[in-house]
């Protein structure tokens, strides 16, 4: 049964960064169905990173929300299954090359905030809103590292490391799909993909592949790997929060992926939904989102963190949408075949 978790909303005056400064309330934790008359959000988000948002369009809008936490796949399946009843109305999450293929089941629609988007990150299709600009990177335990380094990619393959990398699914997991774009890009041999690569780390794992993206991030934060391979947000939060960790940007190159936040088809609280999406593109939630939790904002308006290094600071590559877009599912397969391979060694 699907874990359903309320967000409890509290209605406080004071400024609106009152609400991110101030400890977080726990969520209320239940297996029940939800409320018909409360505001459905799918969502992969950290949960430390969607208490906040929620909590302040609550209080602004006087709508009260429901949100459920899973992987991205299994909450694709969740909607694919339900599509003639939809039982959810928002999914806030998924990297554009994870949500792109199943770009049918989401309703079209152009927030009001579409004008002050960058334009690498506008609505081109008119239903994959574009919600926050995503890097990739490796995260590293600064205790189990010792005296080692990890540059990028390939210091990951160190003897020393074998069985001590964190990496997901790509099937289920969004931000490991971007990891494996990402490393065939990075480490391809002239005209070559990095396949090379992705072989070599199928084997470093030691058997062990991951079924969600929290999974690699906590287990890398709680010490039971060395490095994982995540997002950056995942790693930033975790230093905030005292955790021993840092964040690697790839010396052979990072790919930085929006996120969205995409109106299901037929939803049944499709107005409230509407000011849901209004909200968390607004100009109040991206300044927030940037200030205090760890991200990248697609507008144009709001001013970039100091807390995370400019992207033209970085190695950043500059993929090809269109080639990923033609070879996702048979790179998806690629990968099934190899670790097959791997994990019977």
């Not at 189990?144 to 074998?162: Q, R, S």
């Not at 001013?303 to 090809?320: I, N, R, S, V």
Request: aromatic letters at 12%; glycine letters at 6%; hydrophobic letters at 40%.
């Amino acid at each position: 049964m699907r874990e359903w978790i309320k967000v409890i909303s509290f209605l406080i005056a004071g400024s609106f960064f009152l609400y991110v400064i101030g400890s977080l309330i726990p969520y209320h934790v239940n297996t029940k169905e939800n409320d018909n008359d409360k505001l459905v959000i799918y969502t992969q988000h950290p949960v430390e990173f969607v208490t906040p948002i929620v909590r302040e369009f609550e209080a602004r809008t006087d709508i009260e929300v429901e949100v459920v936490r899973a992987g991205s796949g299994q909450l694709l399946d969740w909607i694919e299954e339900d599509r003639e009843n939809p039982k959810a109305d928002i999914l806030w999450g998924g990297s554009y090359y994870t949500i792109k293929p199943h770009a049918e089941l989401f309703a079209a629609y152009q927030t009001e905030n579409e004008p002050y988007v960058r334009s690498e990150f506008k609505n081109t299709e008119g239903n994959l809103i574009r919600f926050t600009d995503v890097p990739s990177v490796i995260m590293v335990n600064t205790d189990l590292l010792g005296n080692e380094t990890i540059e990028g990619y390939e210091d990951l393959l160190k003897p020393e490391f074998y069985g001590k990398i964190a990496f997901a699914d790509p099937n289920i997991s969004s931000s490991s799909l971007e990891q494996l774009i990402n490393m065939l890009y990075a480490c391809r041999d002239e005209d070559e993909w990095g396949w090379k690569y992705v072989e070599a780390l199928c084997r470093q794992l030691g058997g062990k592949l991951l079924t969600s993206s929290s999974a690699v991030y906590n287990g890398v934060a709680n010490g039971e790997f060395v490095a994982g391979l995540t997002f950056e947000e995942a790693v930033a939060g975790s230093m905030d929060d005292g955790k021993h960790v840092a964040i690697v940007y790839m010396k052979e190159g990072v790919i930085s992926t929006p996120d969205g936040v995409y109106l299901i088809q037929n939803a049944p609280h499709r107005d409230e939904a509407v000011e849901f999406l209004n909200f968390v593109t607004g100009y109040d939630a991206q300044y927030m989102i940037t200030a205090q939790l760890n991200r990248r904002s697609v507008r144009v308006d709001v001013p970039a963190t100091d807390k995370l290094p400019a992207k033209d600071t970085l190695p950043m590559l500059q993929p090809d949408s269109a080639e990923i877009e033609s070879h996702r599912n048979e790179w998806l397969a690629q990968f099934n075949q190899i670790w097959k391979e791997c994990a019977h060694e």
